[in-house]
């Protein structure tokens, strides 16, 4: 067990030295076999193709990230009793960069997979085995925190269309303009669109 552990991870450590140094379009099974320094058989053995090994990294970044953003949280969760649209600016940033931090290990493979790879839900399940209230029951809290100048509504259907609505552009963004993430005036223009729809005229 001990030496197939470490098989699979200098595998995995030989898919990231490829992306990393080469890129993601000269990853092959042979490739990683050779910078591992094993057979390739023995990389059959624990993969199937290369898209099995991705996936095993991405997990490990799926991993790292929900660790960050549990620390993120927490500054988060003391921001927003301070100021609605810094809450809003954060939670954007956060997430842009996440996302973006995903798509620049294999581009094409994380548009590929985004879906099943979905850094919120892993997120949610690390903040809610901490004790903590998941994205969802977080945000109608928040916006019930500031009622002084959250618009008359219902609270769970505002935060359910807003949450959805952000969520809906960065995908679109990491589809057809994944710069724009790490674009602070882009994230300025979707912290517009939810204050225009969340505040009181």
């Given at each position: 067990?001990?030496?197939?552990?470490?098989l699979?991870?200098?595998?995995?450590?030989?898919?990231?030295?490829?992306?990393?140094?080469?890129?993601?379009?000269?990853?092959?099974?042979q490739?990683?076999?050779?910078?591992?320094?094993?057979?390739?058989?023995?990389?059959?053995?624990?993969?199937?193709?290369k898209?099995?090994?991705?996936?095993?990294?991405?997990?490990?970044?799926?991993e790292?990230?929900?660790?960050q953003?549990?620390?993120?949280?927490?500054?988060?969760?003391?921001?927003?009793?301070e100021?609605?649209?810094?809450?809003?600016?954060?939670?954007?940033?956060?997430?842009?960069e996440?996302?973006?931090?995903?798509?620049?290990?294999?581009?094409?493979f994380?548009?590929?997979?985004?879906?099943?790879?979905?850094?919120?839900?892993?997120?949610?399940?690390?903040?809610?085995a901490?004790?903590?209230?998941?994205?969802?029951?977080?945000?109608?809290?928040?916006?019930?925190?500031?009622?002084?100048?959250?618009?008359?509504?219902?609270r769970?259907?505002?935060?359910?269309?807003?949450?959805?609505?952000?969520?809906?552009?960065?995908?679109?963004?990491?589809?057809?303009?994944?710069?724009?993430?790490?674009d602070?005036?882009?994230?300025?223009?979707?912290?517009?669109?939810?204050?225009g729809?969340?505040?009181?005229?």
């Open positions: 067990q001990s030496r197939s552990a470490e699979v991870r200098a595998i995995r450590e030989a898919c990231i030295q490829i992306l990393e140094r080469d890129g993601p379009d000269r990853l092959t099974t490739r990683i076999a050779d910078v591992a320094g094993v057979n390739i058989a023995s990389v059959y053995q624990y993969f199937p193709n898209e099995a090994v991705l996936a095993e990294v991405f997990e490990e970044h799926l790292v990230l929900a660790n953003a549990s620390q993120e949280f927490k500054r988060i969760w003391k921001l927003s009793a100021s609605f649209e810094g809450t809003l600016r954060a939670i954007i940033a956060m997430e842009a996440f996302l973006h931090r995903l798509y620049q290990v294999s581009p094409d994380y548009q590929q997979y985004h879906q099943a790879l979905d850094v919120r839900e892993r997120i949610n399940q690390r903040t809610q901490e004790s903590n209230p998941s994205w969802e029951a977080w945000f109608p809290l928040f916006l019930s925190q500031h009622n002084d100048i959250v618009r008359e509504g219902d769970d259907t505002l935060a359910f269309l807003a949450r959805h609505c952000l969520e809906a552009c960065l995908t679109a963004t990491l589809r057809e303009r994944p710069e724009a993430l790490m602070t005036a882009f994230r300025e223009e979707l912290l517009l669109m939810l204050l729809y969340l505040l009181k005229r």
